[in-house]
């Protein structure tokens, strides 16, 4: 059974950081295509940040230069550092494993800025 649970939110003032982790079971972790989603209220879920099994990565503009994708192949994690954080950053954050065929979601975590 495959699962992807995310950790790490909560409520952050403006300017601040959180970490967001996201561990995976069930999959070749390594092969998948690994990323972080967000979805505010009354909005479409988008892209955040993705990272190639090779590390290569890929950033929403919005995010570029405050936040950070890694993974570790070794724990079958991904993590997002997410800093200089804005009210607009306020979501639920999803992970996700993207296959050839298949995507995978988490179920997702809360990530509130606010003063």
């Known amino acids: 059974q495959v699962q992807l649970v995310e950790s790490g939110g909560g409520l952050v003032q403006p300017g601040g950081s959180l970490r967001l982790s996201c561990a995976a079971s069930?999959?070749?972790?390594?092969?998948?295509?690994m990323g972080w989603y967000r979805q505010a209220p009354g909005k479409q879920r988008e892209l955040v940040a993705t990272?190639?099994?090779?590390?290569?990565?890929n950033y929403a503009d919005s995010v570029k230069d405050r936040f950070t994708i890694s993974r570790d192949n070794a724990k079958n994690t991904v993590s997002l550092q997410m800093n200089s954080l804005k009210s607009e950053d306020t979501a639920i954050y999803y992970c996700?494993?993207?296959?050839?065929?298949?995507?995978?979601w988490g179920k997702g975590t809360q990530g509130t800025v606010s003063s």
């Open positions: 990272i190639t099994s090779g590390s290569s990565t």
């Open positions: 069930g999959i070749i972790f390594r092969i998948y295509v």
């Open positions: 996700n494993a993207r296959g050839h065929v298949i995507n995978y």
